[in-house]
């Protein structure tokens, strides 16, 4: 197999790693009570705007690729 394949391999195995660890979870808007549906418990609904806060999900969030990380807590 090329490098250009066996790269495009990589990636594909990387991405599906990345997919399988992805849960969809499901709850009511805290604003307007319309039923939502998520990435791994973090939530923004489409009807009135809201959105919970990013420490609010199921599992730490990567960090950035200039390594920044999430913002600091309140």
Same mark, same amino acid.
């Given at each position: 197999?090329? /490098?250009p394949d #066996? %790269? &495009? =391999?990589?990636q594909?195995?990387a991405a599906a790693?990345?997919?399988?660890? #992805?849960q969809? +979870?499901?709850? &009511?808007?805290?604003?307007?009570? +319309?039923?939502i /549906?998520? =990435?791994?418990?973090?939530?923004?609904?489409?009807?009135c705007?809201? +959105?919970n806060?990013?420490? %609010?999900?199921?599992?730490?969030l990567?960090?950035?690729? %200039?390594? +920044?990380?999430?913002p600091? /807590?309140?």
């Amino acid at each position: 197999m090329s /490098a250009p394949d #066996q %790269d &495009a =391999v990589s990636q594909a195995e990387a991405a599906a790693a990345f997919l399988a660890a #992805q849960q969809i +979870t499901e709850r &009511a808007c805290a604003e307007c009570g +319309t039923s939502i /549906a998520g =990435v791994n418990g973090r939530y923004a609904c489409g009807g009135c705007g809201w +959105t919970n806060h990013w420490s %609010d999900g199921l599992s730490q969030l990567p960090e950035g690729s %200039d390594g +920044t990380g999430p913002p600091p /807590a309140r």
